[in-house]
């Protein structure tokens, strides 16, 4: 199983990005994915989740910004960043509760970077 990651880049303060995550390999059930974000020194931070029902949970420094949603046909989760501030320049990090069988693993992508700045 692997998770890929696209759209990261660097964008001007209030700009727009929208980041993308596809899960692929043997995939039976795909339960909460999201996206996580890291500054190099800082540990890593929630950014938002999305379960398998459609329920958000979005960190306080995102919500009315950045909106996450899942396409399930093609096991792939969204990331659509409004309003950007340099305070937002990370690599984000997806990651999805994926099952190849009985149980299920948390997956990690490799990381996109994303920069804010004019």
């Known amino acids: 199983v692997q998770l890929v990651e696209s759209g990261g880049g660097l964008v001007q303060p209030g700009g727009s990005l929208r980041l993308s995550c596809a899960a692929s390999?043997?995939?039976?059930?795909?339960?909460?994915m999201g996206w996580d974000r890291q500054v190099p020194g800082k540990g890593r931070e929630l950014v938002v989740t999305?379960?398998?029902?459609?329920?958000?949970n979005y960190a306080d420094s995102v919500k009315g910004r950045f909106t996450i949603s899942r396409d399930s046909a093609t096991n792939t989760v969204f990331l659509e960043m409004n309003s950007l501030k340099p305070e937002d320049t990370a690599v984000y990090y997806c990651?999805?509760?994926?099952?190849?069988?009985?149980?299920?693993?948390?997956?990690w992508g490799q990381g996109t970077q994303v920069t804010v700045s004019s």
């Open positions: 390999g043997r995939i039976l059930g795909i339960n909460t």
């Open positions: 990651h999805a509760y994926i099952s190849s069988g009985i149980s299920y693993r948390h997956y």
């Open positions: 999305i379960t398998s029902g459609g329920l958000t």
